[in-house]
């Protein structure tokens, strides 16, 4: 990771390299990874010596292969694209019709390398991204370590980034983390969670440890309990297929919002290196107390949204959505109230939901602060002031917010809730970005920190084990919300029951 967090123009082109891209026909190469390349040689962070292999099973040529991500290219890129950039840049991608089981897709794609590394001299540094369906991660790599392809020499690396899932349970987590160990060592794994790739994520940290103002408060003495909510307003879209055997709970609880609680929530860690950062993330995750089957129930809200309109757009029944099963119990909402078994967060809840179809698109993290412990304004009741949040704003926006009271301006003390707002873009100002810029440096750069170490996924899944265990059993807590909602009354409950509410997502923008 660069000082600075982001691999800005002041940080160095990474190291020389060949990427090969595994699925480089598939929606996530030309959607995210490309652009995401263009963005860093636009910025001179691709090294001179890089060079793009990519494999699937379209008949390609290499002109056909660089016309379609080109398209792409346009279709995606996070501002105007500079034909002079991008054409430096085609001329260094090359195509391989593969099939990911045949054998000689490896040997092919050994002597291509060979090919490629001469003419571009990549230093014997290969990148190896997944860009697949993850039945084909143990295969992959397998046949890659069979090829010799991730024997590392002394003076080259080999680097395998996988796209989550990474697993779909503990035991097939567990089952992948060992496989993957027979042929690489951790170092030399990279799982990739596109959250950490943004930068209100990564400035969680420099937020936490970086100030003296907010570390002293950031404990149960001052928080009352802290939201995290990821809030989607689209429906299942073309993702039926996958998303009707994942839910909500598996597809997003695990990975993004867990990654969100283990920076919010961890201890310091020694320096920012990727083994101090990764570990005291997976002490955090290690401390979420696993709930028992029986009390899934009071902490864990299941609901599938039903027809309705979100931004004016109509939204069928999950039920009724593409390749969804038409007795479908999956949710596609979910909300859950956790603790943190150590004595920094002992008696705070963390309440945390995500949901499809909910009524607009908002990842925050709002810290929720103790109320002032007693009444001097007799007009205005310690209850009734306005509650003191700080609201790390993930997206659409990257903004952090501090929502506090003050007093209205005349002669009778009134008071109100007003806030204090740091938009990224308006203060830093700077292109738009991907997301992946950083994480594709970082792992050419050799820097862990942003990715999933084993063990870090492994305590994910066992936190919300008992919850797949619980639901197994029985239908009967599945609920329905509308879609353009904010999730089905029992969302609200599960605050309510313990005397709060969910912060209302609809608040002022950067503007
Ligand atoms: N798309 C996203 O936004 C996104 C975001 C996060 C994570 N992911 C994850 O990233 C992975 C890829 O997603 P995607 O959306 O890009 O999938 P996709 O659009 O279905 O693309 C899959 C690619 O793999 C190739 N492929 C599949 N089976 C193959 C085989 N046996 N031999 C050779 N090539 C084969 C396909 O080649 P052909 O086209 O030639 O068949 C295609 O290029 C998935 O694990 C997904 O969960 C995706």
Not at 250 to 257: A, C, F, G, I, Q
Not at 364 to 386: D, G, H, N, S, W
């Amino acid at each position: 990771m660069a000082t600075d967090l982001t691999p800005s123009p002041n940080a160095p082109p990474a190291e020389p390299c060949a990427m090969v891209v595994f699925g480089a026909a598939g929606d996530l190469t030309g959607r995210l990874l490309v652009p995401a390349l263009y963005n860093l040689a636009a910025a001179g962070l691709l090294a001179e010596k890089f060079a793009l292999i990519g494999l699937a099973r379209a008949p390609l040529t290499d002109a056909d292969f660089r016309a379609q991500l080109g398209e792409a290219l346009h279709r995606y890129a996070t501002g105007a694209v500079d034909p002079a950039v991008w054409n430096a840049l085609a001329q260094r991608f090359f195509y391989l019709e593969a099939n990911f089981e045949a054998p000689d897709t490896y040997t092919g794609l050994r002597r291509r390398l060979a090919e490629v590394e001469g003419e571009f001299n990549t230093g014997g540094n290969v990148l190896f991204y997944l860009a697949t369906a993850p039945e084909y991660f143990g295969s992959i790599v397998d046949q890659l370590s069979w090829a010799g392809l991730t024997r590392e020499q002394t003076h080259d690396w080999r680097r395998v980034i996988l796209e989550k899932p990474f697993g779909h349970d503990l035991a097939s987590a567990q089952a992948l983390n060992a496989r993957l160990r027979r042929d690489l060592t951790e170092e030399q794994v990279y799982r990739i969670d596109h959250y950490l790739g943004k930068e209100t994520v990564q400035n969680i940290l420099v937020l936490r440890f970086a100030n003296g103002l907010f570390e002293p408060l950031w404990n149960r003495n001052h928080i009352d309990h802290v939201q995290i909510t990821v809030a989607e307003s689209v429906g299942v879209e073309k993702r039926g297929g996958y998303y009707d055997r994942a839910g909500a709970l598996r597809d997003m609880v695990p990975n993004h919002l867990f990654q969100l609680l283990a920076l919010t929530a961890m201890e310091p860690p020694t320096c920012f290196g990727a083994d101090a950062v990764r570990t005291e993330k997976t002490k955090l995750l290690e401390a979420v107390q696993v709930l028992k089957p029986a009390q899934v129930a009071a902490h864990v809200v299941r609901a599938q949204y039903g027809a309705g309109t979100v931004g004016g757009h109509t939204l069928p029944d999950y039920r009724a959505e593409p390749r969804v099963a038409p007795d479908s119990t999956t949710e596609t909402f979910v909300a859950l109230k956790l603790t943190i078994d150590n004595w920094r967060w002992a008696g705070v809840p963390f309440y945390l939901r995500t949901g499809k179809a909910l009524a607009r698109r908002s990842t925050e993290i709002a810290i929720r602060f103790k109320q002032a412990p007693y009444a001097m304004f007799r007009a205005t009741p310690v209850e009734r002031l306005a509650p003191n949040y700080l609201v790390l704003h993930i997206q659409p926006e990257e903004r952090i917010s501090l929502e506090f009271s003050a007093k209205v301006p005349g002669p009778a003390v009134h008071m109100a809730g007003v806030g204090m707002d740091f938009c990224y873009n308006r203060h830093f100002g700077g292109g738009r970005a991907i997301g992946y810029e950083t994480l594709i440096y970082d792992c050419m750069m050799g820097d862990a920190t942003l990715f999933q170490r084993s063990d870090t996924v492994e305590a994910a899944w066992r936190a919300v084990e008992p919850i797949f265990e619980a639901w197994s059993d029985s239908t009967a807590d599945l609920v329905a919300y509308p879609a353009g909602s904010w999730g089905p009354q029992q969302a609200q409950e599960l605050l309510g029951r313990d005397g709060r509410q969910w912060r209302g997502a609809d608040h002022d923008s950067c503007g």
